[in-house]
């Protein structure tokens, strides 16, 4: 079970604390217009913004809560905080399958089992390795996402990882997500050549201050 059609643009529909667009109607109008330009599923965070996107689309959702610190395990940290997104209408449930210890103590293969066993969802594990997306594979994701590359440790790359999707496509008998730092038709074309199932492009296509910010970027300086 994956719940998402292989090919799907996913457009990631958040906005964070001091974002002027950091509201569940402002989100819900953002994946109105991600669905009219053929995204094919939302990712979204939070009880709030997946219930009010819930409410004017019937695509699936890919379902996350960012709580605690974001330095550790954040995304869906427990099973109590996976329960309320599904309640809140998502269809799939994202959350941190890296190698780091997880908040509640548990293991990640039974916060996984019991989201199939008693909440009947897929579950879509954003990882940062090849180590960690073998891992959360055999802890029963359904799907593998890139999401956490170059966010755990050193510094950030500029452009997606196209060689972990590569890596993880050839490695995995279950889909592979491809998510981070994809802005232009260029880096979809890539990280779909290297083999991935469905993509998720979020700040390129959400984050208006972001994209502003990168072209104001290029203006040259003058004197």
Known sequence: MTA????TMV?????????????PAAMALMAQAAEAGGAG????????DIAAIRAVTSLPIIGLHKLGDPAGVFITPTY?????????????VALDGTLRPRPDGQPL??????????LGVPVLADVDSLDAGLAARDAGADLIATTLSGYTSGPTPTGPDVELVR??????????VAEGRI????????????????????HA???????TARLVSAIPARR
């Open 4 to 7: 998402l059609a292989p090919g």
């Open 11 to 23: 457009v990631s529909c958040q906005a964070g604390p001091g974002n002027p667009l950091d509201s």
């Open 41 to 48: 599923a939302i990712r979204a965070n939070g009880p709030a």
């Open 80 to 92: 109590d905080v996976a329960a309320g997104v599904v309640a809140a209408g998502a269809d799939l």
């Open 109 to 118: 293969d039974r916060q996984i089992r019991r989201i199939h066993d008693e």
């Open 167 to 176: 890596r993880l496509a050839a490695r995995l008998d279950c889909p592979v």
């Open 183 to 202: 802005r232009t038709t260029e880096d979809v074309r890539g990280v779909c050549d290297a083999g991935a199932y469905a993509v998720v492009v979020g």
């Open 205 to 211: 296509i959400t984050d208006p201050t972001d994209i």
